[in-house]
T-cell receptor, first 116, second 113 residues
Framework: EAGVTQFPSHSVIEKGQTVTLRCDPISGHDNLYWYRRVMGKEIKFLLHFVKESKQDESGMPNNRFLAERTGGTYSTLKVQPAELEDSGVYFC??????????????FGQGTRLTVV | SQKIEQNSEALNIQEGKTATLTCNYTNYSPAYLQWYRQDPGRGPVFLLLIRENEKEKRKERLKVTFDTTLKQSLFHITASQPADSATYLC????????????FGQGTELSVKP
C-alpha cells in the first residue's frame, strides 16, 4: 500500500513567486493535515481537511496560504506570494476518519521549501 | 498557552542501555499523547499512542508512561541499538477531537556501538 506522498521534495523559489505543494494521502483516509516546521522550531499545525471540507484552518499563517482538497482526494497548498519566512519543511499527514481522532497519523516525507 | 517541552539536549547513550526521553506539558489536559520517530529528511513515523486513562503502554522494546498529575510522559527504549538513533517527537492532541496534534521540538537520540 502506498504511503502519503508529497511533491515536490524540494523547491527553491524567489521571494514574491508562487509555489504549489501537493499531497496525496493514503487511499481511503478522510482526514488530511498540513503541518510545517521552520528552522529550529517544532512542527506546527496548519490546517485539517475532512474529505473536501476544511475542518480547522486555525494554523494558517496568513492569507498568502491557500489549501484545497477538491474531491476529497489529493490536496494542494499554495503560497502566493512567497516570503522569506515561509521557508521550512511542509508535511502532510493523513488518517482514517474514526471516533475522536485519536488514531495514528501517517506522514509524508515533506517538501523542503526555500525562499530566497 | 499550551506548551510542550522535551529534553532540550541531545541524548547520547551506549548500545544496550535504556534510553529515557521526557515530555512535559503545561496549560492543558490532553486526551492522548503520541510518540513519533523522525529520521533526517523523512517525515515523522508513529510509534505509540497512550490515552489519559492509561498509565503505561508497551510495544516490543518501547515503553511509554503518562502521568496526568505531573503532566509528563516518559518514553523508554530498552536494549538500545545504533539503529534507534533518530529524533523522537512527543505530540499531544489539541483537544478539538479532530486529530490535530501539538508537537514538542523533539529529542535527538544517538546510540553508540
Amino acid at each position: 500500500e502506498a504511503g502519503v506522498t508529497q511533491f515536490p521534495s524540494h523547491s527553491v523559489i524567489e521571494k514574491g513567486q508562487t509555489v504549489t505543494l501537493r499531497c496525496d494521502p493514503i487511499s481511503g483516509h478522510d482526514n488530511l493535515y498540513w503541518y510545517r516546521r521552520v528552522m529550529g522550531k517544532e512542527i506546527k499545525f496548519l490546517l485539517h481537511f475532512v474529505k473536501e471540507s476544511k475542518q480547522d484552518e486555525s494554523g494558517m499563517p496568513n492569507n498568502r496560504f491557500l489549501a484545497e482538497r477538491t474531491g476529497g482526494t489529493y490536496s494542494t497548498l499554495k503560497v502566493q506570494p512567497a516570503e522569506l519566512e515561509d521557508s521550512g519543511v511542509y508535511f502532510c499527514a493523513s488518517s482514517p476518519l474514526l471516533g475522536l481522532g485519536d488514531t495514528e497519523a501517517f506522514f509524508g516525507q515533506g517538501t523542503r521549501l526555500t525562499v530566497v | 498557552s499550551q506548551k510542550i517541552e522535551q529534553n532540550s539536549e541531545a541524548l547520547n547513550i551506549q548500545e544496550g542501555k535504556t534510553a529515557t526521553l521526557t515530555c512535559n506539558y503545561t496549560n492543558y489536559s490532553p486526551a492522548y499523547l503520541q510518540w513519533y520517530r523522525q529520521d533526517p529528511g523523512r517525515g515523522p513515523v508513529f510509534l505509540l499512542l497512550i490515552r489519559e486513562n492509561e498509565k503505561e503502554k508497551r510495544k516490543e522494546r518501547l515503553k511509554v508512561t503518562f502521568d496526568t498529575t505531573l503532566k509528563q510522559s516518559l518514553f523508554h527504549i530498552t536494549a538500545s541499538q545504533p539503529a534507534d538513533s533518530a529524533t523522537y517527537l512527543c505530540a499531544l492532541d489539541s483537544g478539538n477531537q479532530g486529530g490535530k496534534l501539538i508537537f514538542g521540538q523533539g529529542t535527538e537520540l544517538s546510540v553508540k556501538p
